[in-house]
């Protein structure tokens, strides 16, 4: 697989692209996705609409940011697949969906839980499986598309297991042209191994990952947690 690195050079240099010519771009996405999650009933987390306070603006400008990235790089929509780490209140699915890209596989399996029938609900476009994210790229990365549905059947939690029969898994993506990894946590050696894997099953072609995370629930400093990355 290629690492791009002129895709990331552009946008540091042109970032000012990336918002075009619309200075209130991030007010008018975010009133989209707030109209679109008040027609949704009180999820588990207690959020019924997607609004930009202090405490989301940035994550909010990071979706944005990677949609218009994939507008540009990937204007054929329909054969774009995505994999995005999301919560219940889908806010980087409906992002994506929004500049028109709805081929997505969420995986969505956290500490012995998933909202994936949630997910599947509120946006039926979007491939939420009850797998976490790790399990799931071990599975695309070793199967070809005849074992992939099988594979994955085979990995669904117990808990999860009879529910999930009811829904479909789809057929395996070739390539994913555009991977969101918001983890909840730190960057783990775990996690650096599925994003190396992810990576390497690529096609050689071009494509956009991006990884975030949060620096809570680690010991140790920011500093040592930021040097785990390279």
């Excluded at 029938?117 to 598309?145: C, F, T």
């Excluded at 994913?176 to 946590?185: E, I, K, N, T």
Aim: net charge negative; charged share 25%.
């Amino acid at each position: 697989m290629t690492v791009h690195k002129d895709m990331i050079w552009y946008y540091l240099v042109h970032r000012s692209f990336v918002y075009m010519a619309d200075p209130n771009g991030i007010v008018s996405v975010a009133k989209q996705i707030a109209e679109r999650q008040s027609e949704w009933c009180d999820g588990e987390s207690g959020d019924k609409t997607y609004q930009v306070k202090k405490s989301d603006s940035i994550k909010m400008h990071i979706n944005l940011y990677l949609a218009r990235m994939t507008s540009h790089f990937f204007p054929k929509k329909s054969k774009t697949n995505l994999l995005v780490l999301d919560s219940e209140n889908l806010g980087t699915s409906m992002m994506f969906d929004i500049f028109g890209y709805s081929n997505s596989v969420v995986p969505n399996y956290y500490q012995n839980n998933s909202h994936f029938e949630l997910m599947r609900e509120r946006m039926p476009s979007v491939m939420s499986l009850p797998l976490a994210l790790e399990d799931y790229v071990d599975i695309w990365a070793d199967s070809n598309s005849d074992e992939y549905e099988s594979a994955i059947r085979d990995a669904i939690p117990e808990k999860y297991y009879d529910t999930f029969q009811g829904f479909s898994v789809g057929p395996r993506p070739a390539q994913f042209d555009v991977a969101y990894l918001d983890y909840c946590g730190p960057f783990t050696e775990d996690r650096k191994d599925t994003v190396e894997t992810l990576i390497e099953t690529q096609e050689d072609k071009p494509c956009i990952v991006a990884v975030t995370g949060a620096a809570r629930g680690q010991t140790g400093s920011i500093d040592e947690q930021i040097n785990d990355l390279n």
